[in-house]
């Protein structure tokens, strides 16, 4: 069992930026795949970073890439989205997932607003 707890959003004016933080229980932290999905009001959860066990592969949206960077420390279980240059369409509640094969799971969110 892994808990996720996410920290770091909040509202920020259009051009700012924010690091978000999940912080992981467990002892397993290391072998997971972990990711950072959003959803916007009305909108479906989607897709933002992922980043590898081992920290060796990142993966971006298309929305976010040249813009947001995630990255982990596996020493304090934790995983990061620093989010530069911010937009108001990056307005949504942001969530932490982490994967080991066939087990999944997700934070609760922290929400982020960008003002225009």
Do not use: H
């Amino acid at each position: 069992q892994v808990q996720l707890v996410e920290s770091g959003g909040g509202l920020v004016q259009a051009g700012g930026s924010l690091r978000l933080s999940c912080a992981a229980s467990g002892r397993t932290f290391s072998s997971y795949a972990m990711g950072w999905f959003r959803q916007a009001p009305g909108k479906e959860r989607e897709f933002v970073a992922a980043i590898s066990w081992d920290a060796v592969n990142t993966y971006y949206a298309d929305s976010v890439k040249g813009r947001f960077t995630i990255s982990r420390d596996n020493a304090k279980n934790t995983v990061y989205l620093q989010m530069n240059s911010l937009k108001p369409e990056d307005t949504a509640v942001y969530y932490c997932n982490a994967v080991f094969i066939t087990l999944n799971y997700w934070g609760q969110g922290t929400r982020v607003t960008v003002s225009s």
